[in-house]
């Protein structure tokens, strides 16, 4: 009924740049928050970002100044901009987003399947 699919995970040096996609599909009424999460071996999942339906924003102390979310609301798909980029940001990426679809009187949340990005020299 709902999917999300992330893309642009990869291999990147220390101090590089990746981008992060997520598109939701299906019978979607309303999309609410989005968010990236990500869980490194070993380790719990944790939020890494996210953005509400109007654009605002928050992100963890981690990444602050280093990553920015963005939405598309038009095309269903959030973006993670992901620079200077340390070894310690290397994890499974999951895309998050809590939305209604046709036919139902409340939102649900949904998981993306994951996108490994690696930072390694």
């Known amino acids: 009924q709902v999917q999300l699919v992330e893309s642009g995970g990869g291999l990147v040096q220390p101090g590089g740049s990746l981008r992060l996609s997520c598109a939701a599909s299906?019978?979607?009424?309303?999309?609410?928050?989005m968010g990236w999460y990500r869980q490194a071996p070993g380790k719990q999942r944790e939020l890494v970002a996210r953005i509400s339906s109007g654009g605002g924003t928050n992100y963890a102390d981690s990444v602050k100044g280093r990553f920015t979310i963005s939405r598309d609301n038009a095309k269903n798909t959030m973006y993670l901009q992901m620079n200077s980029l340390k070894p310690e940001d290397t994890a499974v990426y999951y895309c998050?987003?809590?939305?209604?679809?046709?036919?139902?009187?409340?939102?649900?949340?949904?998981w993306g399947q994951g996108t490994q990005v690696v930072v390694s020299s």
């Open positions: 998050n987003t809590n939305l209604q679809v046709y036919g139902r009187s409340s939102s649900a949340d949904y």
């Open positions: 299906g019978t979607i009424f309303r999309i609410n928050v």
